[in-house]
């Protein structure tokens, strides 16, 4: 990933005292002028959305792993799609706050499935040790595939897409609605150690 040239790294927008935080990391770097994608500002109407645009020269990766770390009592959701979807899953994996990870087509950063079709991309998520550990630390992980929508580009599918804003709305709202929602009690986990 080359770094940003224009715009902020990462955009806040929303209510501060939200009981939710929204971390979206964007590999196609949205939100170049400041503001989140029109499709997500009714979604900052109710939560708090810190959007990252990657790739990042760390300054947004860094700024939102340290607002993760700082969060009081408030549940953290992390989104992403494709080739963000290692270091999404990293930043998960190492904060207690974090209640749900949502990824459209994921991939790998290497690139390696470009062009590859859902099947292909669903086997290599399947298979990726980090998911494994979320699930083990109680983190409602969900995929989206957009192999059925008509894109003007190849997969991964934008963040932005009406259709992908639906799709987070309904996760986050199956999500407040689980026995037990509220703020994680869970402990801090070692990355490192999952598997």
């Given at each position: 990933?080359?770094?940003?040239?224009d715009?902020?790294?990462?955009?806040?927008?929303?209510?501060?005292?939200?009981?939710?935080?929204?971390?979206?990391?964007d590999?196609?770097?949205?939100?170049?002028?400041?503001?989140?994608p029109?499709?997500?500002?009714?979604?900052?109407?109710?939560?708090?959305?810190?959007?990252?645009?990657?790739?990042?020269?760390?300054?947004?990766?860094?700024?939102?792993?340290?607002?993760?770390?700082?969060?009081?009592?408030?549940?953290?959701?992390?989104v992403?799609?494709?080739?963000?979807?290692?270091?999404?899953?990293?930043?998960?994996?190492?904060?207690?706050?974090?209640?749900?990870?949502?990824?459209?087509?994921?991939?790998?950063?290497?690139?390696?499935?470009?062009?590859?079709?859902?099947?292909?991309?669903?086997?290599?998520?399947?298979?990726?040790?980090?998911?494994?550990?979320?699930?083990?630390?109680?983190?409602?992980?969900?995929?989206?595939?957009?192999?059925?929508?008509?894109?003007?580009?190849?997969?991964?599918?934008?963040?932005?897409?009406?259709?992908?804003?639906?799709?987070?709305?309904?996760?986050?709202?199956?999500?407040?609605?689980q026995?037990?929602?509220?703020?994680?009690?869970?402990?801090?986990?070692d990355?490192?150690g999952?598997s």
């Amino acid at each position: 990933m080359t770094a940003l040239t224009d715009g902020p790294a990462l955009v806040w927008r929303g209510d501060h005292d939200a009981a939710d935080v929204v971390a979206v990391l964007d590999p196609a770097g949205e939100a170049s002028h400041g503001e989140l994608p029109a499709t997500w500002r009714p979604v900052a109407d109710r939560l708090l959305v810190g959007w990252v645009r990657l790739p990042a020269d760390g300054a947004g990766i860094a700024a939102i792993d340290s607002a993760l770390s700082r969060l009081d009592g408030q549940r953290a959701h992390v989104v992403t799609s494709g080739p963000a979807t290692e270091v999404a899953l990293w930043i998960a994996a190492t904060h207690t706050a974090v209640a749900s990870f949502l990824v459209v087509d994921p991939e790998p950063c290497d690139g390696s499935l470009d062009g590859a079709d859902g099947s292909a991309r669903a086997r290599w998520w399947d298979a990726l040790p980090g998911r494994a550990a979320l699930a083990r630390a109680d983190v409602e992980v969900k995929t989206f595939y957009s192999d059925g929508l008509e894109l003007c580009t190849a997969a991964p599918a934008p963040l932005g897409l009406p259709e992908v804003v639906a799709w987070v709305e309904r996760a986050l709202a199956d999500e407040s609605n689980q026995p037990g929602a509220g703020t994680p009690t869970r402990s801090p986990r070692d990355w490192k150690g999952a598997s």
